[in-house]
């Protein structure tokens, strides 16, 4: 099952690719500092996307509010179980 994280970090991806961004461009585009970046969207990220950047990613890339957080299908992940 994907988490919150994973579905963050994918759309988060999924934004670099439809805009022909690497991690340095995508951080001078949100004035966030890349080593910072790279800890959350590079492979293997292990740092979450927090509320405010997934926020500011929307709305620098025209998203919806709420975008990040829906999984590809459409859909919004719902963590049943707290884990």
Known sequence: MMTDHDVRWQRAQQ?????????????ACLGQDEARLQNMLGEGAKKKIPDALAAQMEQTFSKPKGWLDQAEDGGITYDLFGA
């Open 15 to 27: 934004l670099m690719l439809e805009n022909a961004l690497d991690i340095a461009t995508m951080a």
